[in-house]
């Protein structure tokens, strides 16, 4: 299990709280309007219409579409860590659980269809995101992800480096092939040739 190379109950423990399960329709309803409309064309009236409630509960529940943005980014992200946590790796080394627990981040994130949309058709939405929120949200995801890494290394499973800038290198890795994407056939490779190097132990 990939659990056993990388902890992820430690990476969920390191994420915002997710949205309470009673959420999860108003976040579906967000999400095929997301998807349907673009987030810069989806109102808080568009997912009530979806639903086939009034504006003022989706407001009361939800809030605006920016906070849809939030909730269903962070119910994604707790998904994303299931997914990855229950897979099973044909894999020897911790180097190769790595490559495949990103391809398989990469390649979620690539195919979520609001993240097909935006990119697809609100391509103006990019810029200011790569501005005003990238920096941090690498700095947060890689300070999430940096204990896992020190685990791994501490059990011998991964080469001893320095694990935030090890972090915060496959985070932006991560980040540059989910929004200049490589054929879904293609990821795996990429990162093994460039992630292996770096994570494999040197033979001694």
């Given at each position: 299990m990939a659990a056993?190379?990388?902890?992820?109950?430690?990476?969920q423990e390191r994420l915002p709280p997710a949205p309470p399960p009673e959420l999860d329709p108003y976040l579906d309803a967000a999400a095929r309007c997301f998807a349907r409309h673009g987030i810069a064309r989806t109102s808080v009236q568009d997912v009530a219409r979806d639903m086939g409630i009034n504006r003022a509960t989706v407001y009361r529940k939800v809030g605006t579409v920016d906070d849809m943005v939030r909730l269903l980014a962070a119910r994604e992200l707790y998904a994303l860590?299931?997914?990855?946590?229950?897979?099973?790796?044909?894999?020897?080394?911790?180097?190769?659980?790595?490559?495949?627990?990103?391809?398989?981040?990469?390649?979620?994130?690539r195919n979520h269809p609001v993240m097909r949309k935006v990119l697809t058709d609100e391509p103006e939405l990019i810029g200011p995101f790569l501005i005003t929120y990238l920096p941090d949200a690498v700095r947060q995801v890689a300070e999430r992800i940096t204990p896992a890494l020190k685990w791994a290394q501490r059990n011998g499973a991964l080469a001893r480096r320095d694990p935030t800038i090890l972090a915060e290198w496959v985070v932006r890795i991560a980040a540059s092939l989910i929004l200049d994407p490589l054929p879904d056939d293609e990821v795996e490779s990429f990162l093994s040739e460039v992630l292996t190097p770096a994570l494999k132990k040197e033979r001694r």
């Open positions: 056993q190379v990388l902890p992820l109950p430690v990476l860590t299931t997914v990855v946590a229950g897979l099973e790796l044909k894999a020897d080394t911790g180097p190769a659980v790595v490559v495949r627990l990103v391809a398989t981040v990469v390649r979620h994130a």
